[in-house]
Structures are given as structure tokens and as C-alpha cells.
């Protein structure tokens, strides 16, 4: 199993970033696929999901209505739109896939499939 995170930059405060994910190894419209990040001297924090069932998008508050994410089955690829960025987004960016139940996807223990990261930099 391989997950490969690209897209990672510097960036100022209020544009934007696209990350994408390629995945391979396992079957993949049969996992929710996930961003997490981790800013340094911090825990691994949800960001976005996409359930594997009802193909909804779900994400942390922080990033509501600034990041979108999605997912091509076709090309095994998961996407990370992120608009308005802020300094506050600054982290290393991971996507992650897992086959947990909806109740589970925004905790990072539940997921055994991660990508290597790719660091985001917003400066102010």
C-alpha cells in the first residue's frame, strides 16, 4: 500500500494550494480517504474526509468553507483544495486512508494507511 502526497508549498496569507494524493495497494472506492495535518510541537489534527459509503465530504471547523476535498476512483487520487489560506494552516500535511465506520474518521489511530506528507507554509 503507497499513499503519495504532492503539493505542499510556501504560500501568503489568503491564497491558495492544491494537494493531491495518489493512492495504490488497495482497493480504493472501498475507503474513506482523509487529510490530516500536524503544525510542529502539535498532535495530528483531522482536516477532511470523504466516507467510502455516502461519498459525503466532512471537515474540521477550522478549515469549513476554505478547503475542499475530493476524489477521483478512476486514478486513485484524493485532492485537497485549499482557498484563503491563513498562517494558522501551516503544518505537514498527510492523506490517510481507512475502511472505519463514519463515527471513526476524524480520529488519525483509525487509519493504517498514511502518505509520507507534503509541508505548507502560509506566511502572514
Known amino acids: 500500500v503507497q499513499l503519495q502526497a504532492s503539493g505542499g508549498g510556501l504560500v501568503q496569507a489568503g491564497g491558495s494550494l492544491s494537494l493531491s494524493c495518489a493512492v495504490s495497494?488497495?482497493?480504493?472506492?472501498?475507503?474513506?480517504v482523509a487529510w490530516f495535518r500536524q503544525a510542529p510541537g502539535e498532535e495530528r489534527d483531522f482536516v477532511a474526509a470523504?466516507?467510502?459509503?455516502?461519498?459525503?465530504?466532512y471537515y474540521a471547523d477550522s478549515v469549513k468553507g476554505r478547503f475542499t476535498i475530493s476524489r477521483d476512483n478512476a486514478k486513485n487520487m484524493v485532492y485537497l483544495q485549499m482557498n484563503s489560506l491563513k498562517p494558522e494552516d501551516t503544518a505537514v500535511y498527510y492523506c490517510?486512508?481507512?475502511?472505519?465506520?463514519?463515527?471513526?474518521?476524524?480520529?488519525?489511530?483509525?487509519?493504517?494507511?498514511w502518505g509520507q506528507g507534503t509541508l505548507v507554509t502560509v506566511s502572514s
Open positions: 490517510a486512508a481507512t475502511t472505519i465506520v463514519l463515527s471513526g474518521i476524524r480520529y488519525s489511530t483509525n487509519y493504517g494507511h
Open positions: 495497494g488497495i482497493t480504493f472506492n472501498a475507503y474513506t
Open positions: 470523504i466516507y467510502k459509503g455516502n461519498r459525503r465530504e
